[in-house]
């Protein structure tokens, strides 16, 4: 993960800033797998002996370039190429006799792991390994194309509405979806194809969704800026009802794990294991996950007992999940309890419990318990 830049000058700034999402030369020789890179069985339990490759990001566009640089172009974008290349390579080196390959990502790179998936498991076909079964795992990459809380000109990858950013990259990455989704909208509208709810019904692989139901990055985009001021009535709302929208178009999605916090990626933090939906882990849901796909290749069965996959936090507002990560102060760096948080946003409890037909004393204490 980590954004993309979607003209000239974005991509100089992005190449001034962040220039290890831009090019190799300075990255570390070595890195430590955390999360669901880890290979110690408690922050990995299920994974954690598996064969492991971890593919950075320096191509700046959600994985889907397929340009090279150019008189024009001072820049090349290959994600959609690199992964081809990773996958070729990893061939000769075992991947051949894989019975899983399991493609994850987190925020682009999630958006990144729904862009590939079906084409991975079709290089792999085409290179004479049927056996291999391609699953993705997409991270916090479930973006919407809704309303902007506040609209703004699109001037920079932060503030530009994420369908109009998408729709001027694809043109300068030369970006590729998959035909599949292609197929779904006319010549010119691809960028549908970048938002996870448009292009998963189109997807022939299981793909596993991973989505806090109160995204951070998706709130930039939106333009809700969570600090300083207390949070405005209007702006509750839009948060209150981006969970709502995103639940919905959630709804179909047969292996989803969508806890209401508000935060950002989640599969390499090495908290990973302590969020709960419902009373399951992520680790637990993707093992259920696992076993289903095993299970039905087999005989088709219904889920597992016991062993839930489609797990969906209904609380209505951030944080009203107790399992969710700490919240800081971005200023203070101070943590903060769900209450401080909510008083914190501005949340009025005298008027919520009203809203919700309660004592005050009552939702306190359900705030509290997170339930």
Not at 138 to 164: H, M, V
Request: aromatic share 10%; net charge neutral; glycine share 8%.
């Amino acid at each position: 993960g980590g954004w993309y830049c979607f003209n000239r000058e974005n991509c100089d700034s992005r190449y001034e800033t962040m220039r290890r999402l831009m090019s190799s030369r300075e990255w570390p020789a070595t890195r430590v797998g955390t999360g669901i890179l880890s290979s110690q069985p408690e922050e990995n339990p299920h994974w954690w002996n598996a064969n492991m490759v971890f593919i950075p990001y320096c191509s700046s566009d959600v994985w889907s370039g397929a340009s090279s640089k150019s008189e024009k172009n001072e820049y090349a974008f290959m994600g959609a190429l690199i992964i081809q290349e990773v996958i070729k390579e990893l061939v000769g080196k075992g991947l051949s006799t894989a019975k899983v390959l399991l493609l994850a990502g987190s925020s682009a790179g999630g958006t990144g792991v729904l862009l590939n998936v079906d084409r991975v498991a079709e290089q792999l076909e085409e290179m004479g390994h049927h056996g291999i079964q391609v699953r993705g795992l997409a991270d916090s990459g479930w973006f919407l194309d809704n309303k902007q809380y506040r609209r703004t000109d699109c001037i920079d990858t932060i503030t530009c509405a994420p369908t109009e950013a998408i729709r001027r990259g694809i043109r300068y990455w030369n970006g590729i979806v998959p035909e599949r989704c292609k197929l779904q909208f006319k010549e010119g509208e691809e960028w549908n194809c970048f938002f996870g709810y448009k292009i998963y019904p189109t997807l022939r692989c299981p793909v596993f969704v991973v989505q806090w139901l109160f995204d951070e990055a998706q709130l930039t985009v939106d333009n809700v800026h969570l600090t300083g001021q207390p949070v405005q009535e209007g702006q509750w709302l839009y948060i209150q009802n981006l969970g709502r929208e995103l639940r919905n178009t959630l709804k179909d999605v047969t292996a989803s794990f969508a806890p209401a916090c508000l935060s950002h990626e989640i599969i390499t933090r090495n908290h990973w294991t302590d969020i709960q939906v419902k009373g399951t882990s992520l680790p637990r849901a993707l093992h259920c996950w696992d076993r289903s796909l095993h299970e039905s290749n087999k005989n088709g069965k219904v889920p597992l007992k016991g062993c839930p996959i489609h797990l969906i936090d209904s609380c209505p507002w951030p944080h009203c999940n107790p399992s969710c990560p700490t919240i800081r102060d971005q200023f203070t760096g101070q943590e903060m309890n769900v209450i401080q948080f909510l008083m914190h946003m501005g949340f009025d409890v005298q008027k919520m419990a009203q809203q919700q037909g309660l004592e005050p004393s009552k939702l306190l204490g359900m705030l509290s318990s997170g339930n």
